[in-house]
């Protein structure tokens, strides 16, 4: 079969993937940036307590449903931290595939970072509008696009991450902002997955931070990394809101999220909301472990937040520093293509709240021991 053959190629070339299992020790794969994960047994009493044993399946698609009861008071809560209307979906694959795909119609055009997530990539791709990329944060690049672009277009959408989930670096947010208020007729699309929690007073994001999320007009925010819970949701305008209602189609066929899942969701953004030590901690430990792994590789750092790439250079390379990781009790999956691109294979190293410095430090310690044994060869 041609499936066999492929699976035989993938493997030849070190790209073979398969589900870990075992793992223990320092954590640095989860995506639990707050730890609230690690910690959600603290919580179970207050969850069964306030919430009356919500059901455990929605049984329907939203728009083909009575009980709406969590999943509205959910929706209320986020609209009035964003002050824009929220959209609860299944998960953040599910909120851009859907909502880019519906964007992306005859008449449009998305020009999109050329780093951004397979999911926006997909939705993109399933669109019927025109597209345009640009280098990873080259705004010159994107202006020139533009420039010559958007008067052709009755809606341009200009499609980013806030935090980009495989080198850690930021977008220029506010360079974004500056550049869409040029055009009329430009939408600025933001994915905060790894932001949301991490950034902001109240840890709703970079945008937060930066203080302009009233300038963002589609903002895409997952609930299954620092929120320790499952789905995503869309914060945009009233507009946007009720078009995706009628036209993102991972919204319309997909059965709704299980209100019990809703529920703890609810829980843990509350949580996020109040934990700014925390948020304190994690950023002060990320700038801290960035500066000493530069004092060991040599090599500049891009990382501005808590995900931290040590680049392996090929694909059993990574293979092999992480199971030389693995072996001293430090989890950190090798990251290959088509994730990332060849030659810029690497550790993806994501830390958490509840990491010490102690703990880092051993982990500096076998990244050099590793790097001097390579050397050595």
Not at 142 to 157: C, G, M, P, T
Not at 256 to 277: C, F, R
Not at 357 to 377: M, Q
Request: aromatic fraction near 6%; proline fraction near 3%.
């Amino acid at each position: 079969m041609i499936y066999d053959d492929i699976l035989q190629t993938l493997d030849e070339d070190k790209r073979l993937r398969k589900i870990p299992t075992g793992l223990g020790g320092i954590d640095l794969i989860s995506n639990d940036y707050m730890s609230l994960g690690a910690k959600h047994s603290e919580f179970l009493s207050e969850f069964q307590e306030r919430f009356d044993c919500p059901p455990m399946s929605a049984s329907a698609s939203r728009l083909l449903q009575r009980h709406q009861t969590e999943h509205t008071a959910l929706e209320n809560m986020l609209e009035g931290l964003y002050n824009k209307k929220v959209l609860l979906l299944n998960s953040g694959y599910h909120a851009n595939t859907g909502a880019l795909s519906a964007l992306s119609v005859p008449g449009s055009l998305i020009i999109s970072d050329k780093l951004i997530h397979a999911s926006m990539i997909d939705g993109i791709r399933l669109g019927h509008g025109d597209t345009a990329r640009f280098v990873h944060n080259d705004m010159g690049m994107l202006r020139k696009i533009l420039e010559k672009k958007a008067s052709q277009y009755k809606s341009v959408v200009v499609a980013v991450e806030s935090v980009y989930s495989m080198d850690g670096d930021l977008a220029p947010l506010r360079e974004l902002v500056e550049i869409k208020k040029e055009y009329s007729n430009v939408l600025l699309y933001v994915d905060e997955a790894h932001a949301f929690g991490v950034f902001g007073e109240k840890g709703l994001g970079l945008a937060e931070e930066l203080g302009i999320l009233s300038d963002i007009d589609i903002l895409i925010v997952t609930l299954g990394k620092a929120a320790a819970g499952y789905g995503a949701f869309i914060a945009t305008s009233e507009t946007v809101h009720s078009y995706f209602i009628n036209c993102a189609r991972s919204f319309i066929f997909s059965t709704a999220l299980p209100p019990s899942v809703i529920a703890w969701d609810y829980l843990m953004i509350e949580k996020l909301a109040g934990m700014t030590q925390e948020r304190k901690h994690l950023r002060e430990l990320s700038e801290w472990f960035r500066s000493e792994l530069e004092n060991i590789t040599g090599i500049e750092c891009q990382s501005r937040s808590q995900i931290i790439p040590v680049h392996a250079g090929s694909a059993s390379r990574a293979i092999d520093m992480a199971a030389k990781l693995r072996a001293a009790g430090i989890d950190a999956l090798p990251i290959r293509r088509p994730t990332v691109a060849a030659g810029t294979e690497r550790l993806r190293l994501s830390l958490s709240a509840n990491l010490k410095r102690e703990e880092l430090i051993r982990v500096l310690d076998e990244i050099l021991a590793i790097l001097i044994s390579v050397e050595g060869e």
